[in-house]
T-cell receptor, first 118, second 110 residues
Framework: DTAVSQTPKYLVTQMGNDKSIKCEQNLGHDTMYWYKQDSKKFLKIMFSYNNKELIINETVPNRFSPKSPDKAHLNLHINSLELGDSAVYFC?????????????????FGPGTRLTVL | GQNIDQPTEMTATEGAIVQINCTYQTSGFNGLFWYQQHAGEAPTFLSYNVLDGLEEKGRFSSFLSRSKGYSYLLLKELQMKDSASYLCAVKGDSWGKLQFGAGTQVVVTP
C-alpha cells in the first residue's frame, strides 16, 4: 500500500516546456509539501498546503505553481522550464503540520520525481 | 539566519558505532528530526527529539541539547545497509517548515 505516491517518477523535457508533477497521499494527512533536492543533495522546501490552503510559499520563481484540489492531492506545475530546474522533486505529507510539536508532525516523503531539463 | 551544519561524510566498519553530529541556529525550535536517505530513494523518518536528552530506537539513538543547539544520531552495530545519507532537520517557528542540513553520507565498509 503506497502512502505517498508521485507521478511521473522520471521526467525528461526540453527547455521552455511546461510540465506537471502529481502527488497523492492515502494517510489521511492534512498537510502536504513540495521539496526540491538539487545535485548537491540539499533538500529545500518550496510550498506547503494545509487542507487545500497555501501556508508556506518560499522564495520560488513564479513559474512554479502548486495546486491542491483536495487535501489528499498536491500538484506542481512548472512553466517555461529552465536548465536550473533539473532536480529531484519530493512530495511529503504530515498530520497537523503546525507548531504543535510531537511526532505527529513527522513528514512522510513520496518516492520523488527526477526532472531533467535539456 | 538559519543554519544547520553536519559533516559531509563519515566512514566506519561493519559492526562499529558512528556518531553524526548536527548543530543548528534557527529562529525558532519545535523539534529536530533525523531522516535516512538511500541513493535514489526518498528520505525516511528515523527519530524525533523536542526535549533534551536521548531517544533510543533499536540500533539508532538520537540526542538533543537545546541550549547548545546540538544533536547527534548514534548508529550502533553498523550494517552494510546503513550506508546512506543521514539528514538532520529542524522544525522552526512556522507551519511544518523543516530546515534540512546538507546530509552526512555514511559509508560502511566490510
Amino acid at each position: 500500500d503506497t502512502a505517498v505516491s508521485q507521478t511521473p517518477k522520471y521526467l525528461v523535457t526540453q527547455m521552455g516546456n511546461d510540465k506537471s508533477i502529481k502527488c497523492e497521499q492515502n494517510l489521511g494527512h492534512d498537510t502536504m509539501y513540495w521539496y526540491k533536492q538539487d545535485s548537491k543533495k540539499f533538500l529545500k522546501i518550496m510550498f506547503s498546503y494545509n487542507n487545500k490552503e497555501l501556508i508556506i510559499n518560499e522564495t520560488v520563481p513564479n513559474r512554479f505553481s502548486p495546486k491542491s484540489p483536495d487535501k489528499a492531492h498536491l500538484n506542481l506545475h512548472i512553466n517555461s522550464l529552465e536548465l536550473g530546474d533539473s532536480a529531484v522533486y519530493f512530495c511529503a505529507s504530515s498530520l497537523p503540520g503546525g507548531t504543535s510539536g510531537g511526532t505527529t508532525d513527522t513528514q512522510y516523503f513520496g518516492p520523488g520525481t527526477r526532472l531533467t531539463v535539456l | 539566519g538559519q543554519n544547520i551544519d553536519q559533516p559531509t561524510e563519515m566512514t566506519a566498519t561493519e559492526g562499529a558505532i558512528v556518531q553524526i553530529n548536527c548543530t543548528y541556529q534557527t529562529s525558532g525550535f519545535n523539534g529536530l528530526f533525523w531522516y535516512q536517505q538511500h541513493a535514489g530513494e526518498a528520505p525516511t523518518f528515523l527519530s524525533y527529539n523536542v526535549l533534551d536528552g536521548l531517544e533510543e530506537k533499536g540500533r539508532f539513538s538520537s540526542f538533543l541539547s537545546r541550549s547548545k543547539g546540538y544533536s547527534y544520531l548514534l548508529l550502533k552495530e553498523l550494517q552494510m545497509k546503513d550506508s546512506a545519507s543521514y539528514l538532520c532537520a529542524v522544525k522552526g517557528d512556522s507551519w511544518g517548515k523543516l530546515q534540512f542540513g546538507a546530509g552526512t553520507q555514511v559509508v560502511v565498509t566490510p
